[in-house]
């Protein structure tokens, strides 16, 4: 199992360091086909040389509550993608994508701010599911949006929507976890959609109450005006960074006016990978698919690349992988 120790992520058996390289995929959390995801799942880990899959779920699904899929069958999913997923020691994220205001079935296509007490509910139970799994993180809430660090950390009342609801803070979600007695390592998105991560490294910590750590998750995209280093390097000495989501559209997709792209692709992918791996970083690029951009497909019939994001990654992934290769003393 992956364990925390002091600011590095480390395999717990034997000491030495770990990095991960991998890619999103979604659809778990919103999608209603996901007939077609191990395949493609496939294609991520054998041919573009992933070694992570991070995956949205739904908490709504997972206890039944969405026409999509009755709970045993969207169970029995998740099941067998963790198997497939880890049967060669690859590693899989679960993630918490979206909460429901705390009310079962609620969730639209707006983002709750924060997790609920729903959320708390759903780690206990698929918290204890994957208790202990070598090659399993539990990422607790994927982008808290609009709120204090206080509130990130220890919960409290929100207004969204027009609706009140009682957010869980990353501690209660922790918490939820531990109770079952799973020491998996945690993941943490930071605020503002995840794009700062300072908070534990300023006054704002979480005690992970015995487990294998903390890692915070930090996402990265063209349209944010960000310092990397002061916005999320300065966590590490804290805990281990994970950039859990980063892509460029291009200019292929229009996501609205908010998402302009402040500097080209070419110009601003080089710059962000570079970051990455002269600090060793883990990550897993934002979305290996050809619908939710940024997209690192043109298409799903071949696999083909983006040329401003899955050209960039597929190469990147590569490289990591050639490195693990001659460390092993295998060929690649």
Known sequence: MLKEQNGRLVDEATGEDVVLHGVNRNGLECWSDNSGIFDIVRVALEEWHAD????PLSQDRWFGYDKAYTKEEYRAILDKLVDFITKDGNYVILDAHYGDYGIWGKRTDGAPRMADLNTVTFWRDIGKRYANHPYVLYNLYNEPEDISWEVWRDGGWLEQGGMCFQAAGMQQLI?????????????LGGLVWASS????????DVDDRGGNGIIMDAHIYPWNGLDWDADFASVVPTHP???GEFGHQGTAMDLGPACIPR???EVWMPKLIRWIEENKFSYCAWDFDCYAGPCLLKEMENFTPTESHGVYVKDMLY???VEKQQKAGKKA
């Open 263 to 265: 500097e080209p692709h």
């Open 241 to 243: 960074l994970l950039i």
């Open 52 to 55: 992570t899959i991070r995956l």
């Open 319 to 321: 490289r990591a992988w």
């Open 175 to 187: 918490d939820a976890v531990r109770e079952t007695g799973a020491k998996n390592p945690v993941v």
């Open 197 to 204: 991560t300072i908070g534990p490294a300023i006054g704002w």
